[in-house]
């Protein structure tokens, strides 16, 4: 997601905190995933003052911004806060953090571009202590819907990377031995006085790719764009009890307890 369409990141950031609101959690330890350039540690800083925050920075974001954005978050968290650039998670799928390092896993609009969620996932739960939680959000199918009659040749359309909806994201989360999983979903309408602007954010959401757009033409653009935000977060239940392979757990002897009778009068 590129820096014209920023301030949708940061509204569904919100909202996603707010849906943090009623959840109890012991966090110690917080992987942002992307941050954007640092502006979620604000919230992060006052939500969790004591907790070390890792935040995974896009490429371009100057060590100075992002020291103003830790400085103005919060300076108990200024020195305990890491951060790393986006482009190694994308580069490798691994997060440069050791298994059962984070108690919660904040992602904001990410999953759409990633060619594989499950791969997302696996890493989140890799990560994630016994009792942690994964808290996330993306854009579904249904997003861009009115781009799908546009017939234009300068307009080249695209799928997004992953085009799931919150019932393939509820059953990839219990396949990959997340528990209670809650989705969520909600429609946003994006109303556009001029085509110019609808075309510069469908770009931004990589919706589409403009080839060679004459001006006359935009006025067969949609001046709407619906968003389809899907949100959803799980939990890390008996992370070391149980391996699931073919749908099937297995449960390690030394991890089974004993019950032993009382001896008898």
Known sequence: MTQPIRWLQDEIADRMLQKLDIVKIDVKDVLIVPDFPGRHLTAFAKRYPN????????????????????????WRSLFRTNTEAFSSYQA????DLPDNSVDLVFSDLLIQDLPDPKQFLQECWRVLREGGLIAF????????????????????????????????????????RFSDPVMDMEFLTLDYEK?????VDIEALKLSHFLALEA????????KLTLEVVYGHAWV???????????????????????????SA
């Not at 085509?195 to 075309?199: D, V």
């Not at 239940?237 to 001896?263: E, F, M, S, W």
């Open 216 to 223: 006359p033409k935009l006025d067969v653009l949609p001046q």
């Open 137 to 176: 959000s993306y854009l579904g199918p249904d997003t861009g819907k009115e781009l799908r009659s546009v017939d234009l040749p300068g307009v080249k359309l695209k799928n997004l990377l992953s085009p799931w909806d919150m019932h393939d994201m509820g059953d990839a989360l219990l396949s990959e």
């Open 237 to 263: 239940i008996g992370k070391h009890l149980a391996k699931a392979k073919d749908n099937v757990a297995y449960i390690d002897l030394n991890q089974i307890g004993r019950k032993t009778r009382p001896d």
């Open 92 to 95: 490798t799928g691994k997060f």
């Open 195 to 199: 085509p110019e602007l609808l075309m």
């Open 51 to 74: 907790a070390n925050i890792c935040s995974l920075s896009e490429d371009g974001i100057s060590g100075f911004e992002m020291w103003r954005s830790k400085a103005l978050s919060n």
